[in-house]
């Protein structure tokens, strides 16, 4: 049962968006930056939602290593692609665009990809793939990230937690939406446990002696110094399918920056030789699928539709409540919270409380009373 207390949408938004104007972004800009986040809230995904608010995009705007104006510029264009320089400036700006330019491109050749350069965190991937969902078409993309993942049978982070998401429409209420890292956690999970004072469960990371860790503040700071790393899908070594989940990733590391030829792996760590803030010079990647072009789209949706039902309606194990299928339970959750609002951590209202007195903005908030 939830015991922390809600906010409401409307109020969240208009104060997120106010504070990020505060901070220099843009009032669109802002708005854009705002929905991304609270997105990941409403379907339930608190590691990318206001959690991150602070110390992803405001404390790295404070510290320099993020623009808050974005200075979008096209290095590339032909009628199906698209190649981007953020110039640093907000990934969720960008990627806004540019799923814009492919959603329009593909709904004139039938297929777009496009790659942006120099970006920063663009927020929960499966935002970008749901803006094609929501235009009848397929949507794929994913990042990477600062590095904090092993390979199979090393210890070193080497890759970050780099998502490969996918998300497809169907004939219900919910598109089939696959979003997640293909490391076993990924970092806003582990700062979300920390937020809750909770440890991180036993076999998600690996330490420099092939151990593995819980404390989940001190894995986030053996993280940082690279004394310990997430490990890929499947976990240590090859026997429960750890290579898998590290070709995954080593897939996204290159489609994030072989497409664009950005900076990859430890060039991507935010700081310099000398342990200074630099930028982090992010890349992402993005696939656009028309349906109309293959079977039409209401032959894909029936089709799709009807694989997830028959999924959801096969034998389940015995002590299972039911089976689910990709978007499903982000669909549950927003059913859940839409009238609700945002549930909120003890140390997220301090930071809001914060946020609140240090731009000076006439917000009270319910857990104030």
């Not at 990020?20 to 800009?29: H, L, M, S």
């Not at 429960?240 to 989940?245: A, L």
Request: glycine share 12%; proline share 5%.
């Amino acid at each position: 049962m939830e015991t922390r207390p809600y906010v409401q949408w409307d109020l969240i938004n208009d104060f997120m968006v106010d504070v990020f104007k505060a901070y220099g972004v843009p009032e669109e800009d802002a708005k854009i930056c705002t929905d991304v986040l609270l997105e990941s809230d409403r379907r339930g995904v608190e590691s990318h939602g206001c959690n991150r608010f602070k110390p992803i995009y405001l404390d790295r705007i404070k510290n320099g290593t993020l623009l808050p104006v974005t200075d979008i510029e096209i290095v590339k264009e032909t009628p199906t692609t698209v190649v981007m320089n953020a110039n640093n400036g907000m990934g969720m700006v960008a990627s806004y665009r540019m799923m814009e330019m492919l959603i329009e491109k593909a709904k004139i050749y039938g297929m777009a990809g496009g790659t942006i350069f120099n970006s920063t965190h663009y927020g929960i991937a499966g935002y970008w793939t749901t803006m094609a969902e929501k235009a009848g078409m397929i949507g794929i993309s994913g990042t990477n990230a600062r590095p904090s993942v092993a390979p199979t049978f090393g210890v070193e982070p080497m890759m970050g937690t780099n998502p490969l998401t996918f998300t497809m429409p169907t004939d219900e209420e919910f598109p089939f939406n696959f979003d997640c890292a293909t490391s076993t956690v990924q970092n806003g999970k582990i700062e979300f446990y920390e937020h809750l004072g909770e440890p991180t469960p036993a076999g998600l990371v690996v330490t420099e002696d092939g151990g593995t860790m819980t404390d989940s503040g001190q894995i986030l700071r053996n993280m940082r110094q690279g004394k310990c790393a997430l490990l890929p899908l499947g976990g240590l070594g090859e026997e429960t399918g750890g290579y898998k989940g590290y070709g995954f990733t080593t897939i996204v590391e290159i489609l994030s920056a072989a497409l664009a030829g950005g900076p990859y792996m430890k060039e991507l760590s935010g700081k310099d030789e000398n342990g200074n803030n630099k930028m982090y010079r992010l890349g992402h990647f993005f696939f656009v699928i028309n349906p109309e072009f293959f079977m039409g789209l209401d032959t894909f949706k029936e089709t799709a539709g009807g694989i997830c039902r028959g999924l959801r309606g096969s034998k389940k194990a015995a002590d299972a409540e039911r089976i689910y299928t990709a978007g499903e339970k982000e669909y549950l959750a927003w059913m859940e919270r839409k009238d609700k609002g945002v549930p909120v951590s003890e140390s997220i209202q301090k930071e809001f409380v914060a946020l609140r007195d240090e731009c000076g903005l006439d917000y009270k908030f319910p857990f104030e009373d």
